[in-house]
Every structure is written in C-alpha cells, then in structure tokens.
C-alpha cells in the first residue's frame, strides 16, 4: 500500500514550452502533497505545499506563476512548468500523506520526473 | 528555520566493513526523523523512520538512533556490501503538517 506515483517519468522539451507532471496517489487519499525539486548533486528542496481544493502555497523564491499546481481530488496534484527555460531543467519529486493512516504524518515519495529543457 | 546536516558529505569504505553515517538538526522539535536511500538519478527509497518518543529503529543490516535533546541522528549499517552504494538523505518535519527538510546526504560507496 501507501504507493505515489509520477508521469512522466522523464520529459525533455524545448525551451518557452509549458509540461504538465502529474502526481498520483494510488491506493489512499491525500489531501495534503509537496512537491520538491533536486539539482544534481543537491538535496531536494521544497518548492510548494498542495492542499486539495485550495491554493498551493509555495516557497520562498518560487515563482507560483511559473510554477502551476492544481490539486483537484484526493489523489492526483499536477505541478505545471510554464515557459520553461534550461535553468529550469531538475529532478521533480512529489510526496502525499496519507491522512487515514496510522502514521498519517509519513510521507510517501514518488519515484521523481526529471525535466530536461533545450 | 530547521536546518539539517550531514557528515560526511561522501564516503568509500571496503565491502564488509560497518559504517556510520551522521545526521544533525537545529531544531530539536520534531515530529520524526526520516532516512531515506537514492539511487542516482532515482527517487527516494525510505529506510527507516524513527518517531520522536523513539530512540532507535532497525531493519536488517540498518540501525537508526535519534537523539532529540542533543539534534544528533546516526545510521548504522552493518557489513557493508556493494549494493548499499547509494546516496543517504536523512530528513525531518518540524511537525506532522510541515513537509521535510532534508539534508544534502552522503554519498557511500563500498568497494568489493
């Protein structure tokens, strides 16, 4: 159980082009899912807190214009980046919790999409 | 603003030898500490999750201890082997709502 999942898993496009990175949790509901981001050889940081039904709130020094999340049921966040530039190019992970578990605080990842922009 | 620390940054030890890996957190109110293994450019594998009233977790070869008071987290890994090679993320909410903070892991290779 407890199983998030990510797709796509690997995406490269061209440069001004927006993608879509679609988070699903699989076998329980989340209303609450995070969505970080990894530079290479860098930890993950957060980027913004998805909240179904409501606004995402995000980070410091992330650009929620840039950065679209929609988070319209219990089990699938999309995180889209708009006009997408090379710098934008990282390793996306998202997370949801499991709000009926036990350890309902746990939060499971998903396997990552990495973004490559030329 | 929790920060968390690891030490050290990278690692190469011979197969078969025990190892520890460091974990440090600023902010001694957390709700648990997480490890978590990565694979290189892979997502994140959760180990061991210890909750605060815990003072250790173990799972086969891995033994995880936390120290609230002192902000202080080892993993322990036991006979190392090749494919324990991987990148170590230790992690922790400030509390059950937050997301986690992670450390910049350690990077671990064992040599056969």
């Known amino acids: 159980g407890a199983v998030v999942s990510q797709h796509p898993s690997w995406v490269i496009c061209k440069s001004g082009t927006s993608v879509k990175i679609e988070c699903r949790s699989l076998?329980?509901?989340?209303?609450?899912m995070f969505w970080y981001r990894q530079f290479p050889k860098q930890s993950l940081m957060l980027m913004a807190t998805?909240?179904?039904?409501?606004?995402?709130?995000?980070e410091q020094g992330v650009e929620k214009d840039k950065f679209l999340i929609n988070h319209a049921s219990l089990t699938l966040s999309t995180l889209t980046v708009t006009s997408a530039h090379p710098e934008d190019s990282s390793f996306y992970i998202c997370?949801?919790?499991?709000?009926?578990?036990?350890?309902?605080?746990?939060?499971?990842f998903g396997p990552g999409t990495r973004l490559t922009v030329l | 603003k929790q920060e968390v620390t690891q030490i050290p940054a990278a690692l190469s030890v011979p197969e078969g030898e025990n190892l520890v890996l460091n974990c440090s957190f600023t902010?001694?109110?957390?709700?648990?500490l997480q490890w978590f293994r990565q694979d290189p450019g892979k997502g994140l594998t959760s180990l061991l999750l210890?909750?605060?009233?815990?003072r250790e977790q173990t799972s086969g070869r891995l033994n995880a201890s936390l120290d609230k008071s002192s902000g202080r987290s080892t993993l322990y890994i036991a006979a190392s082997q090749p494919g324990d090679s991987a990148t170590y993320l230790c992690?922790?909410?400030?509390?059950?709502?937050?997301?986690?903070?992670f450390g910049k892991g350690t990077r671990l290779s064992v040599i056969a």
């Open positions: 076998d329980f509901q989340a209303t609450t």
């Open positions: 998805s909240n179904e039904g409501s606004k995402a709130t995000y």
């Open positions: 997370s949801a919790r499991d709000q009926y578990s036990p350890n309902r605080n746990t939060q499971y």
């Open positions: 902010d001694s109110a957390i709700y648990n």
């Open positions: 210890i909750q605060s009233s815990q």
């Open positions: 992690a922790v909410p400030n509390s059950g709502n937050t997301p986690l903070v």
